[in-house]
């Protein structure tokens, strides 16, 4: 069955008819001439090929239009699975199992190594494949291929983790082929906020639309841009000037987004405004032992100091929306991450600022809002980016 997959990955009427049936989730062959503008007799040629692979099955009859009534075809879920695996250094490892059908079937998050190095994580990674395959009692030959997200940049083409910032064990390391010599499955790496960009068109909020920007702010801000249905390579929102005369960052460059906006940048600001007196009704510790969670736990028991530096940096965040609006023209805009999570009014704020300065012409059609798949965004992502190759998205 894989052999016929990567036979028939680069026949593109084969992948429009799974994507055609992946999308409608039951067809006839009529309705699959009509959406695809192919013969009756080429469809019929491309179903007898996928149904003895076993990719699709029969599913029972549809409407008669006056004759016999039509077979029905629908995905094979069991046919083949795809893995996407969460690697954020320093969280937890979350692993996810889809079925041929893109549904998530069996869940796993697994402590990260002591050592954050890329040997130990290709331990874990193996160790938490094999309790997926158990638990499900799948056989490993049936798995297509694993996703896998690792903080960026990266190169896609090679797979190889270029330089993430603040993680030296991680310089140069040729991932894919690592984890393809110890797996024997074939691997896609993509950085982490791409694959969320990803998760959201296939699965969650952007499943409409074609030119979407992603952006993720937790402790850092992430971007994952999608123009034209595709994932442009490695876009950096968070580094994009906000405030020229402002101080340096690790990118290199000066007063960034990501230094206006992120959870480190409301984490330092809420040390220097207690520093100053400013009371705050959350208990916060030490000023060095002030942490993110701390501050996302200041957000939910709605400390108005806390809730007043947000709101600041939703500000600013907006400064960075209306850059993005006059940059790419986009759909929509999904903002994901913990800030917006914890405190969705972030989106309100920063999209309103935005509205009030970005081209209007480009408003028409746009969206701002939240993400909607969450913690979940980048594991359904990275199955997508293995699934992409399948039903040629
Ligand atoms: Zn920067």
Same mark, same amino acid.
């Not at 938490?128 to 395959?133: A, E, N, R, S």
């Not at 991932?175 to 499955?185: G, S």
């Not at 007196?277 to 208990?283: D, I, L, R, T």
């Given at each position: 069955m894989k052999e016929y997959v990567?036979?028939?990955? @680069? *026949?593109?009427?084969?992948?429009?008819?799974?994507?055609?049936?992946?999308?409608?989730?039951?067809?006839?062959?009529? +309705?699959?001439? +009509? +959406?695809?503008?192919?013969?009756?007799?080429?469809?019929?040629?491309?179903?007898?090929?996928? /149904?003895?692979?076993? /990719?699709?099955?029969?599913?029972?009859?549809?409407?008669?239009?006056?004759?016999? @009534?039509?077979?029905?075809?629908?995905? =094979?879920? $069991?046919?083949?699975?795809?893995?996407?695996?969460?690697?954020?250094?320093?969280e937890q490892i979350r692993f996810g199992l889809f079925t041929f059908d893109t549904v998530l079937v069996y869940e796993l998050c697994m402590d990260p190594p002591a050592v954050k190095g890329p040997d130990e994580y290709i331990k874990i990674i193996k160790?938490?494949?094999?309790?997926?395959?158990?638990?499900? @009692?799948?056989d490993y030959q049936k798995i297509l291929g694993i996703g896998v997200s690792i903080p960026g940049p990266i190169n896609t083409t090679t797979g190889e983790v270029v330089s993430p910032p603040n993680l030296p064990l991680w310089? *140069?390391?040729?991932?894919?082929? /690592?984890?393809?010599? $110890?797996?024997?499955?074939?691997?896609?790496?993509? @950085?982490?906020? *791409?694959?969320?960009?990803l998760g959201e068109k296939w699965f969650g909020a952007g499943k409409e639309v074609n030119n979407l920007v992603y952006l993720f702010v937790g402790e850092g801000i992430g971007s994952g841009v999608i123009l034209n249905g595709t994932l442009i390579g490695n876009s950096e929102i968070g580094h994009c000037t906000i405030d020229s005369?402002?101080?340096?960052?690790?990118?290199?460059?000066?007063?960034?987004?990501?230094?206006?906006?992120?959870?480190?940048?409301?984490?330092?600001?809420?040390?220097?405004?207690?520093?100053?007196?400013?009371?705050? *009704?959350?208990?916060?510790?030490? #000023? +060095?032992?002030? #942490?993110?969670? =701390?501050?996302?736990?200041?957000?939910?028991?709605?400390?108005?100091?806390?809730?007043?530096?947000?709101?600041?940096?939703?500000?600013?965040?907006?400064?960075?929306?209306?850059?993005?609006?006059?940059?790419?023209?986009?759909?929509?805009?999904?903002?994901?991450?913990k800030l917006p999570e914890k405190y969705e009014r972030m989106i309100e704020l920063s999209a309103g600022i935005a509205r009030n300065r970005a081209f209007e012409v480009f408003q028409k059609k746009l969206s701002i809002i939240p993400g909607k798949l969450k913690e979940r965004s980048i594991i359904m992502g990275a199955a997508a980016l293995v699934l992409e190759d399948v039903f040629g998205e």
């Open positions: 990567e036979q028939n990955l @680069k *026949n593109v009427n084969t992948t429009k008819v799974l994507d055609f049936i992946r999308k409608k989730s039951k067809v006839t062959k009529a +309705e699959l001439a +009509e +959406e695809t503008n192919l013969t009756f007799a080429a469809i019929s040629n491309i179903i007898n090929g996928l /149904m003895k692979a076993g /990719m699709i099955k029969e599913c029972g009859e549809g409407a008669s239009s006056g004759g016999r @009534k039509p077979l029905l075809y629908e995905l =094979n879920s $069991e046919a083949l699975y795809v893995v996407g695996i969460d690697v954020s250094i320093d160790n938490g494949l094999k309790t997926l395959v158990d638990h499900e @009692k799948i310089r *140069n390391v040729p991932l894919k082929r /690592m984890l393809e010599k $110890e797996l024997h499955i074939p691997i896609k790496i993509e @950085k982490d906020a *791409n694959l969320s960009a005369a402002g101080p340096r960052c690790n990118c290199g460059n000066y007063g960034c987004l990501e230094l206006k906006a992120s959870g480190l940048a409301i984490v330092k600001k809420v040390k220097e405004g207690l520093q100053l007196g400013y009371p705050s *009704n959350y208990p916060y510790p030490k #000023s +060095e032992q002030i #942490s993110f969670s =701390n501050v996302l736990k200041a957000i939910e028991s709605n400390d108005p100091f806390t809730l007043k530096i947000v709101e600041e940096a939703a500000n600013y965040l907006g400064i960075g929306l209306t850059n993005v609006i006059n940059n790419f023209n986009p759909d929509l805009i999904i903002i994901g991450g």
